[in-house]
């Protein structure tokens, strides 16, 4: 008798327990950001700020500001909606960081080709490679935290000299300008990463 009268006891106590528990997650759950608005910063075309729901964030831009007509090795960042498809770390750095899409450790031989006559124009390359490229694998922590934005490429396609390699990474002190690139500072990196997915859409508005 005492065994059946703790059993019907404990298991109401126990759903109570999970409804509790499962309440708190989604309660805890970051909400994904649907889409991040990047406009240029007062008095420098070269600086920019990221709206980012409740949070606006300082940023590094091109340093040839914001340009609907990007060109390969104009340095300006491509006035576009973009998505993120994926990223890499640098796990001899940091533990890998949670995110809502594929995160890659960089290795020693991952490169980027940035050779516009290249049939490897704005991919992933392995190192040693022939072709004009840079190297992920850096001395500086620009790429620590790198992800990757589908300006001209799949699915949209990919044209010659519309510009390559531009990535969301981790700025240098200061905010000096950067590529073509968007770059924040490493909280803000980390901020972010959690709240973005592959449905985010990052805004870059002239």
């Given at each position: 008798m005492n065994g059946g009268t703790t059993s019907r006891t404990i298991a109401p106590r126990c759903e109570c327990l999970s409804k509790i528990v499962n309440k708190k997650r989604r309660r805890t759950e970051i909400p994904v950001i649907s889409t991040i608005l990047v406009k240029r910063a007062p008095g420098d075309i070269r600086r920019g700020l990221l709206d980012a729901g409740d949070r606006v964030i300082p940023c590094a831009l091109g340093r040839g500001g914001i340009r609907a007509l990007k060109r390969e090795g104009d340095g300006a960042t491509p006035a576009a909606s973009m998505r993120i498809t994926g990223g890499y770390f640098r796990a001899d750095r940091l533990l890998r960081p949670p995110a809502r899409y594929p995160l890659r450790a960089i290795r020693s031989d991952d490169g980027w080709c940035d050779a516009p006559d290249n049939p490897n124009y704005n991919r992933?390359?392995?190192?040693?490679?022939?072709?004009?490229?840079?190297?992920?694998?850096?001395?500086d922590r620009l790429y620590d935290i790198c992800l990757v934005l589908d300006w001209n490429r799949p699915p949209k396609g990919r044209s010659r000299n519309r510009g390559s390699a531009i990535f969301l990474h981790i700025a240098k002190a200061g905010f000096p300008p950067t590529e073509g690139c968007i770059a924040v500072e490493p909280e803000a990196m980390r901020w972010l990463l959690p709240r973005i997915g592959p449905e985010t859409i990052v805004r870059i508005d002239r």
């Open positions: 992933h390359v392995r190192l040693p490679f022939s072709g004009s490229h840079e190297t992920m694998m850096r001395d």
